[in-house]
């Protein structure tokens, strides 16, 4: 069997985990593909003076359980068919955490790492105004991913405004505090990784004081992710960036690297640990690994050699599903990417709810309710893969799809 693109991989999973439902054909048909997809080309104006033109997409889909809801990112490398995976992958995210969202994502091809702050501000503002028609808070709503933050929310948020004629602040998740953003959604996948993961290492009986973990990616996700799980007392052995990573297995200096890299962006030129590339890390003497950078790092290539014991999918689609079928076989706990990262959905829904509310919640709460979601939902899957006798993926997969199902079939078909 060849490796699958995301969206095949994405198709599969739904496959696998409808077939053990015994999901009728209607609904699995309608499960299988995107409701609605949008490409354009965003002809933006460079601080040259030139002109580029850049390639985008909003795919929507399904928003059978409320608005579609997902990331916007902006990379050089994106396709069509992982940015379709990514929007079907938040809808079942969505339905594993039970928030009344449909799922999204949306991309712009293009390195933004070449890009000036006035260029990425324009690209953000047309990318937004050639959506315009498709973005509202109760049918789409945009959020942070790979390479867009608060200050492009900012600009999704304010360009809509504008064309509305008044402040929409419900319109995107993941803003800036002051305007509307809610407390704790900056660490909210992290923390969700580190509670997914406590819970894991809980149910495998492993002790958290002590653990080795070894995180890929060094951004949002991955920087929280190991902060937190430091802070529980875990032992972070490796962290990595695009160009690499860092080694130590007394476990490093976290503060002192978040340090490095607020000054100098990059771990490259850290000097307090072993360099590492990103494949040694991901095959590193470890109890857990946490991929927390881009899609399909975990493959049939590299699997049978991973030696942690639990991965925790704090990216959206590391492991191919021939990886997945390798490392159910060797016994590797997967925390699936729709439960393991489900913690940013779900304090952007209560973000979403907290400016439609008009009535914003300290941390405390925004944390608590968190925990409580993420143990129930993590308690919720593990109990469906308990009762099937299937890897953690398949039973959220069953959890998430049964939800959506349920609707559907509630709703009917409108023909
Ligand atoms: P980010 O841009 O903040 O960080 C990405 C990190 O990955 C950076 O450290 C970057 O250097 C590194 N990276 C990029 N290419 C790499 C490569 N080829 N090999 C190794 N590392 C590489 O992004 P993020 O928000 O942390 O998102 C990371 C992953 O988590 C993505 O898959 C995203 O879809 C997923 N995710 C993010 C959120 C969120 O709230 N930010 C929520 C759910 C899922």
Redo the contacts with the bound molecule.
């Keep these: 069997m060849p490796e699958l693109n995301p969206f095949e991989s994405a198709q599969l999973q739904l496959d696998e985990a409808a077939a053990r439902l015994g999901l009728d054909q209607a609904t699995r048909a309608l499960l299988r593909c995107p409701m609605r997809e949008y490409r354009m080309m965003l002809p933006v104006k460079m601080d040259s003076g030139a002109v580029r033109v850049f390639p985008a997409h909003r795919v929507q889909y399904n928003w059978a359980r409320g608005p579609t809801r997902g990331?916007v990112?902006w990379h050089a490398d994106e396709t069509i068919d992982v940015v379709r995976a990514?929007a079907a992958w938040m809808t079942w995210k969505c339905a594993v955490v039970n928030v009344p969202f449909g799922g999204a994502k949306g991309g712009v091809i293009c390195d933004p790492t070449h890009m000036s702050a006035g260029e990425l501000e324009r690209l953000t503002r047309r990318y937004t105004a050639n959506i315009i028609e498709i973005l509202r808070p109760d049918s789409d709503v945009p959020?942070?991913?790979?390479?867009t933050n608060e200050r492009v929310m900012a600009w999704i948020m304010d360009t809509y405004s504008m064309h509305k004629r008044h402040t929409v602040t419900a319109v995107v998740t993941?803003k800036p505090i002051e305007m509307g953003g809610s407390h704790g959604r900056r660490e909210?996948?992290g923390r969700g990784c580190m509670i997914v993961t406590r819970e894991a290492l809980k149910k495998a009986g492993m002790p958290i004081e002590g653990t080795r973990v070894a995180v890929?990616?060094?951004?949002?996700?991955?920087s929280i992710s190991a902060t937190l799980m430091a802070r529980e007392g875990m032992k972070i052995v490796a962290v990595?960036?695009?160009?690499g990573g860092l080694y130590d297995p007394a476990g490093l200096d976290l503060p002192d690297v978040l340090e490095h890299v607020r000054q100098h962006r990059f771990l490259r030129t850290y000097t307090k640990a072993d360099h590492i590339t990103?494949a040694e890390l991901l095959l590193l003497d470890c109890d857990v690994l946490v991929p927390?950078?881009?899609?399909n790092?975990i493959t049939s290539k590299n699997a049978a050699d991973i030696k942690a014991k639990i991965i925790t999918e704090?990216?959206?689609?590391?492991t191919t599903a021939k990886a997945d079928a390798i490392l159910a076989e060797k016994g590797v706990h997967v925390v699936p990417?729709i439960l393991a990262?489900a913690g940013?959905?779900t304090v952007s829904y209560f973000e979403w709810v907290q400016d439609r509310g008009g009535y914003f919640w300290d941390e405390e709460m925004v944390n608590q309710r968190l925990e409580r979601i993420m143990v129930e939902s993590f308690a919720a899957v593990a109990d469906m893969a308990d009762k099937h006798g299937v890897t953690m993926r398949t039973a959220a997969y069953m959890v998430a799809i049964n939800r959506v199902a349920a609707v559907h079939r509630l709703r009917g078909m409108y023909a």
Excluded: H, I, M, Y
Aim: charged share 20%; aromatic share 2%.
């Design positions: 990331g990112r990514l959020a942070p991913d790979v390479n993941g909210a996948t890929q990616g060094f951004g949002n996700v991955g990595s960036d695009k160009d990103n927390a950078a881009l899609e790092v704090g990216a959206n689609g590391p990417d990262n940013g959905v």
